[in-house]
């Protein structure tokens, strides 16, 4: 199951984001060689890890073994801010569009050859779920293109907004995704049912709070 993380609730998931942080440093710097993210405490959070962030999280036996955030385009985000020029079209903005970043999974639990891992399927039909609730339909992703067909055949309508770069050890592209029921649908019969991933999002105690 994926839980939902926002400004509302993140105090009740201080231990979830301190392994969240720590996954996100162990795959974008000491995998992928994004030097200029590194933290000597190795915790990887940057600028948007704000208010107005949505994270997603996964856990088995107790850990985060799973983990992606979303940010509204009509916030700062990466595309706007710090990958700009990966973008050589008008850039995607609206409340219906939302930016997939720092999408990572443990070495354990990731996929072997084509197939979508379990951690993955979940992660994946949590963006799909979330977006059909949301009014949200297209997601802006920074990726290596070798995703592209991928996510072609998971029946993401994909876009690409510019020719891909190197950051770090990859190429990286920047693309936009449009998703609806036949997503969703190709996901479950992936993993062999129609489960909702998505937990009920946890929050404060009213009372508790004053």
């Not at 440093?25 to 994004?34: I, L, P, T, Y």
């Not at 949590?126 to 998971?154: F, H, K, N, T, Y």
Request: with cysteine; hydrophobic share 40%; proline share 5%.
């Amino acid at each position: 199951m994926i839980e939902i993380i926002t400004a509302d609730n993140i105090r009740l998931y201080r231990t979830e984001m301190d392994e969240a942080y720590r996954l996100r440093h162990d795959v974008f710097v000491e995998e992928k060689g994004w030097c200029d993210l590194a933290h000597a405490d190795r915790r990887e959070i940057d600028q948007f890890d704000n208010d107005h962030a949505l994270h997603m999280i996964c856990r088995q036996d107790g850990r985060v073994v799973g983990y992606q955030r979303m940010l509204p385009t009509t916030k700062p985000h990466l595309l706007s801010s710090v990958l700009a020029d990966l973008c050589e079209v008008e850039r995607p903005v609206g409340d219906h569009i939302w930016e997939w970043t720092r999408y990572c999974v443990a070495r354990p639990y990731r996929e072997r050859g084509r197939t979508l891992s379990p951690i993955a399927n979940e992660l994946l039909s949590a963006i799909v779920e979330w977006g059909m609730e949301s009014g949200v339909d297209r997601i802006i992703i920074e990726m290596e293109p070798i995703w592209l067909l991928r996510l072609v055949q998971l029946n993401f309508l994909v876009t690409p907004l510019g020719i891909p770069r190197e950051i770090g050890k990859d190429s990286v592209v920047a693309v936009v995704a449009k998703f609806d029921r036949r997503t969703l649908e190709m996901l479950q019969a992936l993993r062999g049912n129609s489960n909702r991933v998505l937990q009920r999002r946890r929050l404060p105690n009213p009372v508790a709070a004053e």
